[in-house]
């Protein structure tokens, strides 16, 4: 991969590797089982600046490349799923609208304390009639003194309990289709906050907290389980003018660039998850024998292994050109589109594979490759499903092959 990665990405690659082995994979199965959201990790990643690292350092981010972010939630994954998507969520879905779409006060009042990981922030946008047809949205916002009255409610949102911070969608004019949805920053406090104020992180009591947005029960989810995931309600809420983020009616072509850069994020989560559960695979068959030799001498497991190692470096070249593309601002909605599709359903076969390589032993807790599977699920679901995926790569295709005008 040296034609993407310079000295810098490597040194940092290295250190949140070395993060990652030393808090992260002690306690990766524990979270797993209970549940719970890992305060402590996540303020010792917003600690190292991980919590930030595309965002110019104006705003107390790293300021570094795309890839380089890229690279941060890969190296995470490689361990633990649920602190990947944390970063990822936060950065990309809660974090790059504001620094994109926002006014200069939006930027000035809300990223530094993004970019610092000082509060975390989510995104909602999916609703209960509104997932893959994300311009299906029934959230309503109605003009009321001086600002809009907003009443609707999102599902299966990231960091809806945890996070004080999001960027939501909501109908500001029923007649204009995709065009009258609209975007807003709201706030709430977190629901840990005793936690937060023990450990001063996760809250900030200087937020604009809007009476009736709250959020609900904690999904229990077969994956990304430490990961946290409600419904976001919003209840008849008076959102000041102010927070328009953007101008009004541009919610949904936002948000549609938004998931481009998104699913260069989801891909590096499931080329983590594929490289984990190679790696864990691959030194299983060095312990393991079976009729008097290691097994990685039988040709079977040196085919499967072959196979995953292949489609890893095919991933890596996807994902990896997709953030440079990002990075040199060319057009990438295409190769983000195949990147998350190809490393999505190569998370799956990986994890797959590395069980069947593992035997039994693969199919038990001792080892993180059953975690992995189910971690790599929701992969080809989350940032739009596999099937939007390939509608998206189809309509970027035929657009280059016959132009724009014949898009329907």
Request: contains cysteine; proline residues 3%.
């Amino acid at each position: 991969m040296n034609r993407y990665l310079s000295e810098e990405h490597n040194v940092l690659v290295e250190e949140v590797r070395a993060f990652a082995q030393e808090s992260i994979a002690p306690i990766a199965r524990s979270i797993d089982e209970s549940k719970d959201f890992p305060w402590e990790n996540i303020k010792k990643m917003a600690d190292m600046g991980l919590m930030g690292v595309p965002i110019p350092q104006e705003f107390g981010g790293m300021g570094r490349d795309y890839l380089s972010y890229i690279l941060v939630v890969e190296e995470l994954a490689k361990v633990d799923a649920s602190h990947a998507i944390t970063v990822s969520a936060h950065t990309t879905l809660g974090t790059s609208p504001i620094l994109q779409f926002g006014n200069k006060l939006q930027r000035d009042k809300y990223l530094p304390l993004l970019a610092g990981g000082k509060v975390i922030s989510g995104f909602g946008l999916t609703e209960p009639g509104a997932g893959s047809d994300a311009g299906g949205t029934r959230t309503k916002a109605v003009r009321e003194n001086g600002g809009y009255r907003i009443n609707g409610s999102k599902i299966f949102i990231t960091h809806a309990g945890v996070g004080e911070i999001f960027i939501i969608t909501a109908v500001t004019d029923p007649d204009k289709g995709t065009r009258g949805i609209s975007s807003f920053i709201v706030c709430k406090p977190t629901v840990d906050l005793d936690i937060t104020r023990e450990l001063d992180y996760g809250h900030d009591d200087g937020l604009p907290f809007l009476e009736g947005v709250r959020s609900g029960k904690k999904e229990d989810k077969m994956g990304w389980r430490a990961s946290d995931t409600r419904e976001l309600l919003i209840e008849n809420v008076l959102v000041p003018e102010s927070h328009i983020l953007g101008e009004e009616g541009e919610g949904f072509i936002n948000f549609m660039k938004t998931l481009d850069a998104g699913r260069i994020g989801i891909a590096a989560l499931s080329l983590g998850l594929a490289e984990g559960a190679f790696e864990t695979a691959l030194q299983y068959t060095n312990q393991r024998e079976q009729f008097g030799k290691k097994i990685w001498n039988f040709q079977n497991i040196q085919f499967q292994l072959a196979d995953i190692a292949t489609d890893i470096e095919a991933g890596k070249h996807l994902t990896y050109y997709a953030a440079w593309l990002k990075d040199n601002g060319q057009p990438f909605t295409k190769e983000a589109a195949m990147a998350k599709l190809f490393c999505s359903e190569l998370a799956m076969r990986a994890t797959q594979k590395a069980i069947q390589v593992m035997g039994g032993s693969g199919y038990t807790a001792d080892y993180p490759v059953e975690r992995m599977m189910r971690d790599a699920k929701v992969c080809e679901i989350g940032e739009g499903t596999n099937e939007i995926q390939r509608l998206v790569i189809g309509r970027e295709l035929i657009k280059e092959a016959f132009g724009e005008s014949v898009i329907t």
